[in-house]
């Protein structure tokens, strides 16, 4: 429950962006015909990336900080 409440709080807070609301705020403009096919892509490519890279390096700083070394899986 924590780990939600805190990612609410980032995304209310910091103005942090959902790659599931851009892809639907993104069609809805492609629909009515306020963005390019073009630009609805490239946004769609440029969030999934930086999403990637930011998961990437949270799992790094996880990685670093040893939170697993212990465990038994």
Known sequence: MIRAAH???Q???CGAELYTSLCA?????WWEGK??????VRMWVSSW??????????VGLMYA???Y?????
């Open 25 to 29: 705020y993104m069609t809805c403009a």
């Open 49 to 58: 990336m930086w999403n990637f890279v930011g998961c990437a390096i949270f």
């Open 35 to 40: 963005v390019r096919k073009r630009d609805c």
């Open 11 to 13: 995304i209310l807070v």
């Open 69 to 73: 070394k212990h465990k038994d899986w």
């Open 7 to 9: 990612a609410v709080l």
């Open 65 to 67: 900080g040893g939170i």
